[in-house]
């Protein structure tokens, strides 16, 4: 005589042992399990598959939206109206003539000026490395409330401008097209978007 216990799988009778029994009804558990996992990782894969495709999808909208819409390249205060943020400094006389710097000094983030071949000169800073008159750490640029400033910061052979020297560490407010010498190098401020 033989009964079924799961998936009509029938159960041992007759000879069997207990542990026999137990080992079946164990088979049909884990078989029953497995079934179930297999069922949950695909549920589990296709909502991970959906999520990739959602993704790429939402990634591919951001991308079209920027290509379309570039953003304004200009600064605006606090009434909205737009105001240049970058400076162009073109070396007009010394050893550095025809070479041009952009800088953009934010609150806080001086860009420096000096002889110096550092990094915080080369990315956002004037770099006159062979002006053997410039100091290391020259002077630097910042910005307050819309107005840009140039600092000597204690140069040894000062900062000009206007035929004037620019007294150390007191910021001197610039004009669009100004010109300054520092060492032997003449440059010529211009503000611009970046």
Known sequence: MTSTLLNDVPFPTGKSTVEDALNFVLQQALAKTDKKAEMALKVLQQELEDG??????????????????????????????????TLKI?????????????????????CLLGRSKGKKFKQNGVSLCHDLEVSTTHGKFTVENGTFYF???????GTLIRDEDVQVDVPYPLEDGIEMKVGQSILKVTFVSQ
């Open 52 to 85: 990739v495709r959602e993704l790429y999808n939402c990634h591919e909208q951001m991308v079209e939206n920027c290509e379309n819409s570039k953003p304004s390249t200009e600064a605006k205060d606090k009434k909205g109206a737009s105001h240049k943020d």
């Open 90 to 110: 073109d070396i007009i006389s010394g050893e550095h003539a025809g070479s041009s710097f952009f800088v953009t000094p934010k609150p806080n983030k001086p």
């Open 151 to 157: 600092t000597d910061t204690g140069s040894s052979n």
